[in-house]
């Protein structure tokens, strides 16, 4: 029948003087009728035959089928959040305002086994839609109605993946998915299985696009493990800057990885602590001379051919940012107590400062940043100061009266007021003030 309307088609485009009205011997009911026709009269015959095939295509339509019916929902398997909850959250979704939000107040919802009201979920579906950081806390706190939804929305949208949970999802979403779905599909088989996750990624690595690896090796912060070790380590060898970066974040959070040996191995002859005579001591720091092949892969960067100051001092953070804080007791042979109240003033003192504040951030050493806050804080970088806070608020610990009066004085002259008192227990504030 195709072949009969395209030969009509081509007649009634060139003109039957131009184009004789040929029909297909199909051997077929529709063939026989067209072979009736008289072809002397071309004109007529063409209008003759495009009628009886245009009749004979909407005769000849078959009834469209009915989509298979859904699969029911099952029961929701969490119980619900009470009604106080699902007032705020009524009030987030109404003012955009308070979105933001939005992904730390799912976080809490989660960690108490909780589901959010049926009532919520198509807004914060779509909301989550378009958004990774908030899909990701929606997932744990959707219930089995929630999941059910999320998976008709993918379906109905062409999103595949998009909103798929852990139940239902696999490996398909990591070879043809979007770049955030791939992403998300990776985080949570992360967080499930870190050897499968490892093991999927270690198999497209060479096909990656070179700005995916990094973020893809980033989400190796969770649940990370020596076993990932060796891979970590090859990524140091990767031509791209980021890539390098995140695996020198990754390796030195790992304390018995061949990368924190290498540089407790550097520092060993850079720094040495020394007690002298009348119960003094001194920490002699030398400053790395040189940047080469071996200390570059692991992070160090070298401005240019000449060698700065800047240079070395930098050098020297990265070196003592690589070892955990743990470990400088045992490497120094003294207690942290001994060793950080002999670190000189000046360029290789701040940089190792520097460095130690970026190594208790990184490992979570709450009773190590408690203890050493009076020493770290005239050294620490400014974009540490919040996250040291956040450390110590987290961990629920509050400085001694000493170190909460040296807090405050440093924090006024950086006009952080606010956020180290709410670190003092409120009773001491006013006299703390008149200690500045």
């Given at each position: 029948?195709?072949?009969?309307?395209?030969?009509?088609?081509?007649?009634?485009?060139?003109?039957?003087?131009?184009?004789?009205?040929?029909?297909?011997?199909?051997?077929?009911?529709?063939?026989?009728?067209?072979?009736?026709?008289?072809?002397?009269e071309?004109?007529?015959a063409?209008?003759?035959?495009?009628?009886?095939?245009?009749?004979?295509?909407?005769?000849?339509?078959?009834?469209?089928?009915?989509?298979?019916?859904?699969?029911?929902?099952?029961?929701?398997?969490?119980?619900?959040?009470?009604?106080?909850?699902?007032?705020?959250?009524?009030?987030?979704?109404?003012?955009?305002?308070?979105?933001?939000?939005?992904?730390?107040?799912?976080?809490?919802?989660?960690?108490?086994?909780?589901?959010?009201?049926?009532a919520?979920?198509?807004?914060?579906?779509?909301?989550?839609?378009?958004?990774?950081?908030?899909r990701?806390?929606?997932?744990p706190?959707?219930?089995?109605?929630?999941r059910?939804?999320?998976?008709?929305?993918?379906?109905?949208?062409?999103?595949?993946g998009?909103?798929?949970?852990?139940?239902?999802e696999?490996e398909?979403?990591?070879?043809?998915?979007?770049?955030?779905?791939?992403?998300?599909?990776?985080?949570?088989?992360r967080?499930?299985?870190?050897?499968?996750?490892?093991?999927?990624?270690?198999?497209?690595?060479?096909?990656?696009a070179p700005?995916?690896r990094?973020d893809?090796?980033?989400?190796?912060?969770?649940?990370?493990?020596?076993?990932?070790?060796?891979?970590?380590?090859?990524?140091?060898?990767?031509?791209?800057?980021?890539?390098?970066?995140?695996?020198v974040?990754?390796?030195?959070?790992?304390?018995?990885?061949?990368?924190?040996?290498?540089?407790?191995?550097?520092?060993?002859?850079?720094?040495?602590?020394?007690?002298?005579?009348?119960?003094?001591?001194?920490?002699?720091?030398?400053?790395?001379?040189?940047?080469?092949?071996?200390?570059?892969?692991?992070?160090?960067?070298?401005?240019?051919?000449?060698?700065?100051?800047d240079?070395?001092?930098?050098?020297?953070?990265?070196?003592?940012?690589?070892?955990?804080?743990?470990?400088?007791?045992?490497?120094?042979?003294?207690s942290?107590?001994?060793?950080?109240?002999?670190?000189?003033?000046?360029?290789?003192?701040?940089?190792?400062?520097?460095?130690?504040?970026?190594?208790?951030?990184?490992?979570?050493?709450?009773?190590?940043?408690?203890?050493?806050l009076?020493?770290?804080?005239?050294?620490?970088?400014?974009?540490?100061?919040p996250?040291?806070?956040?450390?110590?608020?987290?961990?629920g610990?509050?400085?001694?009266?000493?170190?909460?009066?040296?807090?405050?004085?440093?924090?006024?002259?950086?006009?952080r007021?606010?956020?180290?008192?709410?670190?003092?227990?409120?009773?001491?504030?006013?006299?703390l003030?008149?200690t500045?």
């Open positions: 029948m195709t072949t009969q309307w395209e030969n009509l088609l081509k007649a009634a485009l060139l003109g039957t003087e131009r184009q004789p009205v040929t029909f297909a011997d199909e051997r077929d009911a529709l063939s026989s009728l067209l072979a009736q026709l008289n072809a002397d071309r004109e007529t063409l209008l003759q035959a495009a009628g009886a095939v245009a009749l004979f295509q909407r005769a000849g339509r078959l009834p469209f089928s009915a989509p298979p019916l859904t699969t029911a929902c099952e029961l929701n398997d969490l119980p619900v959040i009470n009604n106080r909850a699902a007032l705020r959250l009524r009030m987030m979704l109404k003012d955009a305002r308070y979105q933001p939000l939005l992904p730390e107040w799912l976080n809490a919802v989660a960690q108490r086994g909780l589901r959010l009201p049926a919520a979920l198509p807004k914060l579906l779509q909301l989550g839609a378009d958004k990774n950081e908030l990701e806390a929606l997932l706190t959707l219930g089995a109605r929630g059910w939804l999320a998976a008709q929305l993918s379906a109905k949208q062409g999103a595949a998009q909103w798929v949970t852990g139940d239902t696999d398909t979403i990591w070879h043809e998915g979007t770049r955030e779905q791939r992403l998300g599909f990776l985080k949570r088989l967080q499930r299985d870190a050897t499968k996750a490892r093991e999927l990624l270690q198999s497209t690595w060479a096909q990656e700005p995916e990094a893809f090796i980033g989400l190796f912060i969770t649940n990370l493990n020596s076993a990932d070790e060796v891979f970590l380590e090859s990524a140091l060898d990767d031509k791209r800057k980021e890539v390098r970066t995140q695996a974040e990754l390796l030195a959070r790992l304390p018995e990885s061949a990368y924190v040996q290498r540089m407790i191995e550097r520092t060993r002859s850079l720094i040495q602590f020394k007690r002298k005579l009348k119960g003094q001591s001194q920490l002699d720091i030398k400053m790395p001379a040189a940047c080469d092949r071996e200390m570059q892969r692991d992070g160090f960067e070298k401005s240019g051919n000449q060698i700065s100051a240079d070395r001092q930098a050098w020297l953070r990265t070196l003592s940012a690589g070892i955990p804080p743990a470990a400088w007791s045992e490497l120094l042979g003294e942290n107590h001994e060793w950080l109240s002999a670190v000189p003033k000046g360029r290789a003192g701040n940089a190792l400062l520097e460095g130690l504040c970026e190594a208790a951030i990184r490992h979570a050493e709450d009773g190590w940043i408690t203890a050493l009076p020493v770290l804080l005239p050294s620490a970088a400014d974009a540490d100061l996250e040291l806070f956040a450390r110590l608020s987290k961990s610990k509050k400085p001694s009266p000493s170190i909460g009066s040296h807090t405050l004085r440093f924090s006024i002259r950086r006009n007021y606010a956020l180290s008192c709410s670190l003092l227990p409120p009773s001491g504030v006013k006299a003030v008149k500045c």
